[in-house]
């Protein structure tokens, strides 16, 4: 079996792994993220049984990549987006003093979708087979082009992956959750699904908000843009990043050019008439999935942030009929409160120089899963 490897997204990849994928490896989403790594990317498609599948991957060659990405961020940098076990971080500045610098990781070989998900792209689901060969020339590749190593930075164990990672020597490291909730027909049944400790936590967060004057409606894009934008750019400062209003704008409008108005969803909390909290979901299949949000932290807004990111898109999106609601990895805690179940995701990562791999063996015992907040 012949693998093909394209430079940039390639223009055949929608026909080669078709259209039942994961919303992360769609064409929508793809088009609509074409610019988000900095970096060379690239594509992996491989035939097996007639079955397309496919990966993508971003070379990973500026030390000041983001810690998403970039592995040596990822592994022993002090996290800025991350929220790590104190203990593991406290043990990063002396592992740092063992490791090489920065420098001396790159180029590496980041397989992931913009988004952060890690998987085979191939309708109806990959099989080991075509795993594994697209695996192989990813190890190929980047043996040949001076890689000092791979990484597939979000793996979920529900995945064929971690069997075919394991048998080629990627070493796996915890990381986070992925956070999905399964959909009756109504907000009431979703209530009734929970527990009665979170189906009272539930009960008590929106009775909360309406006494605090919160409310929460789907709101229209066009209408509400300025103030997705003042939002998003709020959340990226909190993170301590410098907001780019211009490419938070344009990433808006791509996602929205991309999806159309039928395939995205935005709901925005209200306080006073202002916007103060938002969330923006996509539609793909029978799933939403959650992307973008935000909320102003302030005392009056406290607890908007579940309401438009959960309460409101579970109503609709039972009433629709949708199956899934997708949340992705991170913020785990707070999702598992409110019925999300949680999937464990991995980096696995396999060191091609030899110092790195010395680096790597010292550094994963020392990580610990995300903690939930």
């Known amino acids: 079996m012949s693998v093909q490897v394209l430079d940039g997204v390639a223009a055949q990849w929608r026909n080669h792994v078709g259209d039942d994928v994961p919303i992360l490896a769609s064409a929508p989403w793809i088009d609509a993220t074409l610019g988000r790594f900095i970096g060379r990317r690239l594509t992996f498609?491989?035939?097996?049984?007639?079955?397309?599948?496919?990966?993508?991957?971003?070379?990973?060659?500026?030390?000041?990549a983001g810690e998403m990405i970039n592995l040596y961020r990822m592994l022993l940098a002090d996290p800025k987006v991350w929220k790590f076990p104190a203990t593991s971080v406290a043990a990063r500045s002396g592992l740092r003093a063992q490791a090489p610098p920065v420098e001396c990781w790159l180029p590496h070989l980041a397989v992931c979708y913009?988004?952060?998900d890690s998987f085979v792209a191939a309708s109806g689901g990959p099989t080991p087979a075509l795993a594994a060969t697209l695996v192989d020339?990813?190890?190929?590749?980047?043996?040949?082009h001076g890689m000092k190593a791979v990484s597939f930075p979000y793996v979920r164990t529900d995945t064929v992956l971690p069997e075919v990672l394991a048998e080629r020597g990627f070493l796996s490291v915890p990381l986070t959750?992925?956070?999905?909730?399964?959909?009756?027909?109504?907000f009431e049944e979703y209530l009734a699904s929970l527990g009665s400790k979170h189906r009272y936590g539930v009960v008590r967060d929106r009775r909360r908000l309406a006494q605090a004057g919160i409310q929460t409606k789907r709101c229209a894009f066009d209408d509400v843009l300025p103030d997705l934008l003042a939002l998003r750019c709020?959340?990226?400062?909190?993170?301590?990043?410098?907001?780019?209003?211009?490419?938070?704008?344009e990433?808006?409008?791509?996602?929205?050019?991309c999806f159309g108005a039928g395939g995205t969803r935005v709901y925005c909390s209200f306080?006073?008439?202002?916007?103060?909290?938002?969330?923006?979901?996509?539609?793909?299949?029978?799933?939403?999935?959650?992307?973008?949000t935000g909320t102003y932290a302030t005392p009056r807004t406290r607890g908007a942030y579940f309401d438009h990111l959960f309460y409101a898109p579970i109503a609709d999106a039972s009433a629709d009929g949708v199956r899934i609601l997708d949340m992705g990895i991170g913020a785990w805690q707070g999702k598992s409160l409110r019925g999300f179940d949680l999937t464990p995701v991995d980096l696995w990562v396999r060191a091609?120089?030899?110092?790195?791999?010395?680096?790597v063996e010292v550094a994963a015992p020392a990580m610990g899963r995300e903690v939930g907040w």
């Open 137 to 144: 020339a990813v190890l190929s590749w980047a043996a040949e």
């Open 352 to 359: 091609l120089d030899p110092g790195i791999a010395r680096a």
């Open 177 to 186: 959750f992925r956070c999905r909730l399964t959909l009756g027909g109504s």
């Open 45 to 64: 498609l491989a035939t097996e049984e007639g079955r397309g599948g496919g990966l993508q991957a971003t070379v990973v060659e500026d030390p000041a």
């Open 271 to 292: 306080l006073d008439g202002e916007v103060v909290g938002f969330s923006l979901l996509l539609v793909w299949g029978d799933s939403w999935y959650g992307y973008f």
């Open 251 to 257: 990433n808006l409008r791509q996602l929205f050019t």
């Open 234 to 249: 709020d959340l990226v400062e909190r993170y301590g990043q410098k907001a780019d209003k211009d490419a938070e704008a």
């Open 114 to 116: 913009p988004g952060f």
